[in-house]
């Protein structure tokens, strides 16, 4: 679960007042799910038997196979994580020093359909695989990019400075820029 998570994007969710990243996996075995204010992490992993027990605690009514309570809570879960909450369900957080919970309300076959989340603090090498090391390889991909984009720019400036210095004009003058100043664009981005 925790390498198929590891491809999962980060998405903004929003709970009450308070905005979280949250990425989650299911499968038919279980599911795992890591939240994140920024400040800290939480996580939960539960297999097909934790589900199986939480689910007929919390829905005493419903009498259905762990893969479809799964199914279920991923049909809940994916909307959320793509910005389209469902009319019909409901999502609310609570801290604890010991953890987060996530509660959920929906229906499953026309009854009630409650769960929770239980996330406790995530273990400090599951952060930096899943936090800090994709964010730092993005910046370095990043400031890659922008180097070769200067280095383009500056190759751009050059062609056209050999264009004006043969003689050519432009036919639009809207179209005239200034040469580029690595320095001072750099300056800019820094003081933004």
């Known amino acids: 679960l925790e390498s198929s998570l590891l491809t999962q994007p980060w998405a903004s969710v929003r709970f009450g007042e308070s905005t979280f990243l949250a990425k989650v996996c299911f499968r038919d075995t279980g599911y795992m799910l890591l939240i994140s204010d920024l400040s800290s992490v939480w996580y939960e992993s539960a297999d097909a038997e934790a589900v199986g027990q939480r689910s007929k605690e919390l829905n005493k009514r419903l009498t259905v196979h762990v893969s479809s ?62 936090l800090v090391r994709p964010l730092i390889q993005m910046n370095l991909v990043l400031q890659c990019q922008v180097q070769q984009l200067i280095s383009l720019v500056l190759q751009k400036d050059a062609e056209i400075e050999d264009y004006r210095e043969s003689g050519a004009t432009l036919s639009r003058d809207r179209l005239r820029t200034e040469p580029f100043q690595e320095e001072k664009f750099q300056q800019n981005f820094m003081a933004e």
């Open 69 to 130: 309570f799964l199914n279920h809570l991923c049909n809940l879960m994916c909307p959320l994580l793509a910005g389209q909450l469902g009319a019909t369900t409901a999502f609310s957080c609570h801290r604890s020093p010991s953890g987060l919970r996530l509660h959920v309300k929906s229906e499953l076959s026309g009854l009630p359909f409650y769960w929770d989340f239980h996330c406790c603090p995530a273990p400090l090498e599951m952060v930096f695989r899943h």
